[in-house]
């Protein structure tokens, strides 16, 4: 049963501190979302790979977010320092990419994050 | 600046009726659109989606409807079930998918 893997599942954490969220996508997949869920923005695109290399991050605020691919089956988003606002559940999503392909993605469950 | 819009944050519908999602998007190079259910606790699920090049998509219960002139899409679910009470988001798709903001649905018995 292919599915996509996040960990933490839930972390609760200090003003300050530095949060690091892992994703595994399912195999053979070469594109990978992150996501950050929010009631007022909905699901918002953080950042996004193809096989590996980031295409775009502009959803990200650059100054405190990074999100990297050490390899295909590990992707991790790094929050340094977190600030209260953080406060969102987090979604990683793998998929085939392919322009006009109807380009169907899988989340995984979500990483549940308070900063407090 | 919001590319895909879902105006409606909820909606209430009776068990058996119909139960229609509205979705509006000011980008017409989009390829492709999908609708993914969200339950609580759980990442969305993808739904149906439907290529810019139609106008009407049917699975089951489930037809989405596509109007460019209108840059407008909509889910129907036909009948409505309770199991179908979920969060909706529509997407678009260029390259990458872009999300609405989400509707809130719930059937009631």
Same mark, same amino acid.
């Given at each position: 049963d292919a599915r996509v893997t996040q960990t933490p599942r839930h972390k609760v954490t200090e003003m300050g501190q530095e949060v690091t969220m892992r994703c595994q996508p399912i195999l053979g997949h070469n594109t990978v979302f992150w996501y950050r869920q929010t009631?007022?923005? %909905? $699901?918002? $695109?953080l950042a996004y790979f193809r096989n590996r290399a980031p $295409?775009?991050?502009?959803?990200? =605020?650059?100054d405190r977010f990074s999100a990297e691919m050490p390899d295909a089956t590990l992707a991790t988003l790094k929050i340094? =320092?977190?600030? =209260?606002?953080?406060?969102a559940v987090y979604f990683c999503a793998s998929g085939l990419g392919?322009? %006009? %392909? %109807?380009n169907t993605i899988y989340f995984g469950e979500g990483s549940w994050l308070t900063v407090v | 600046d919001q590319q895909v819009k879902q105006n409606s944050p909820s909606l209430s519908v009776q068990e058996g009726r119909i139960s229609i999602l509205n979705c509006d998007y000011t980008? @017409?190079?989009?390829d492709y659109f999908l609708w993914y259910k969200k339950y609580p606790a759980e990442g969305p699920t993808f739904l149906i989606s439907i290529s810019s090049i139609k106008d009407k998509n049917e699975d089951g219960r489930f037809t989405v409807f596509l109007n460019k002139s209108a840059k407008h899409l909509s889910l129907h679910i036909v009948? @409505?079930?309770?199991?179908?009470s979920a969060v909706y988001f529509c997407a678009a798709e260029t390259d990458k998918l872009i999300f609405g903001t989400g509707t809130r649905l719930q059937v009631f018995p």
């Open positions: 009631m007022m923005q %909905g $699901l918002e $695109l $295409l775009d991050d502009s959803g990200m =605020p650059k340094q =320092p977190s600030e =209260p606002r953080d406060s392919h322009r %006009g %392909g %109807g | 980008n @017409s190079m989009f009948p @409505s079930q309770p199991g179908d």
